[in-house]
């Protein structure tokens, strides 16, 4: 099956600090991914839809000067948390969208744990 | 009203039981239904695609009621391996491939 890799796994940092997370499709290609948060005891929530070559769009509430997505090739989309503050600390997880195995078939990357102090 | 709702949890169940997930879900224009699981910090897994006609993978039986936009898992004979939590995911709209989250439902399986 289709597998998504993402780096870091985890990450602890300071307040203050930018942190970028890395999104692979590593065995399809993929012009839309997504990235979601999940919050402890909750589920996930859109935060926003890449999409390679173009601007991201965001979900409403999401800040797009705050969490920057960049999808520069269609095998890798970036966010970077600018300026993180500790309630920024959560489960960060990405999802490439293969068109060829169905309709709004996504397969997810196995998540980045941001922890910030 | 949540755009989709699914059944507080948790379900602590024996090995052997047969257990049934509800699911509803708000937007009538969703085309797409699934259901995921998620191990404790680990990140959802496809479990199946659920269709109109309903379809069954092994012990597994999903089926979607588009009228009472309704969404049910059926588990037989659980095993201590499925224990996780079941999460209920439907397209937001026709454009753009954005999926909703159910809460999920924590299922335990106990010996």
């Known amino acids: 099956g289709a597998v998504v890799s993402q780096h870091p796994s985890w990450v602890i940092c300071k307040s203050g600090t930018s942190v970028k997370i890395e999104c692979r499709s590593l065995?399809?290609?993929?012009?839309?991914m997504f990235w979601y948060r999940q919050f402890p005891k909750q589920s996930l929530m859109l935060m926003a839809t890449?999409?390679?070559?173009?601007?991201?769009?965001?979900e409403q509430g999401v800040e797009k000067d705050k969490f920057l997505i960049n999808h520069a090739s269609l095998t890798l989309s970036t966010l970077t948390v600018t300026s993180a503050h500790p309630e920024d600390s959560s489960f960060y997880i990405c999802?490439?969208?293969?068109?060829?195995?169905?309709?709004?078939?996504?397969?997810f990357g196995p998540g980045t744990r941001l922890t910030v102090l | 009203r949540k755009e989709v709702e699914q059944d507080p949890g948790p379900f602590n169940v024996p090995e052997g039981a047969t257990v049934a997930f509800n699911c509803t879900y708000s937007?009538?224009?969703?085309?797409?239904f699934f259901w995921y699981r998620q191990d404790c910090r680990k990140e959802p897994k496809l479990l199946m695609s659920v269709y109109s006609s309903g379809n069954e993978d092994g012990r597994f039986t999903a089926q979607l009621n588009r009228a009472s936009q309704y969404i049910s898992l059926l588990i037989r004979d659980s095993k201590l391996s499925d224990s996780a939590t079941y999460l209920c995911v439907v397209n937001k709209d026709n454009q753009g491939g954005k999926l909703i989250f159910g809460q999920g439902t924590e299922l335990s399986v106990k010996p």
């Open positions: 999802s490439a969208e293969d068109i060829t195995s169905g309709p709004d078939t996504q397969y």
């Open positions: 065995d399809f290609q993929a012009t839309t």
């Open positions: 937007n009538s224009a969703s085309q797409s």
């Open positions: 890449s999409n390679e070559g173009s601007k991201a769009t965001y």
